[in-house]
């Protein structure tokens, strides 16, 4: 199984970036997918998620700035950032609950993370 992130980069206060996270192998489905972000020295925080029916959730830092949303037949998710600002200066990480073909149950798994700098 592999989640792989990718979007990151560098951008100024104010800017934008969209993050893309697409999940590959046996795949029966995938429950909630979301994204988190993380600062060195600080614990791992939500940023937003998506359910299979497009039910999200938002950290009340982002919203009205980001958007979360979901490509099922690609077993992609997205993050579209808007009016970043420098403390949204982060290691993005991804998050996909897998159902596999073949098994019963859902799978945790994390991306490995993608650099969003916003510069002031």
């Known amino acids: 199984v592999q989640l792989q992130a990718s979007g990151g980069g560098l951008v100024r206060a104010g800017g934008s970036l969209r993050l893309s996270c697409a999940a590959s192998g046996s795949i029966f489905s995938i429950d909630a997918m979301g994204w988190y972000r993380q600062a060195p020295g600080k614990e791992r925080e939500l940023v937003a998620t998506v359910t299979s029916d497009g039910s999200t959730n938002y950290a009340d830092s982002v919203k009205g700035r980001f958007t979360i949303s979901r490509e099922n037949a690609k077993n992609t998710v997205y993050l579209q950032m808007n009016s970043l600002k420098p403390e949204d200066t982060n290691v993005y990480y991804c998050?996909?609950?897998?159902?596999?073909?073949?098994?019963?149950?859902?799978?945790?798994?994390w991306g490995q993370g993608t650099l969003v700098t916003v510069s002031s």
């Open positions: 998050r996909a609950q897998i159902r596999w073909v073949g098994y019963s149950g859902t799978y945790d798994y």
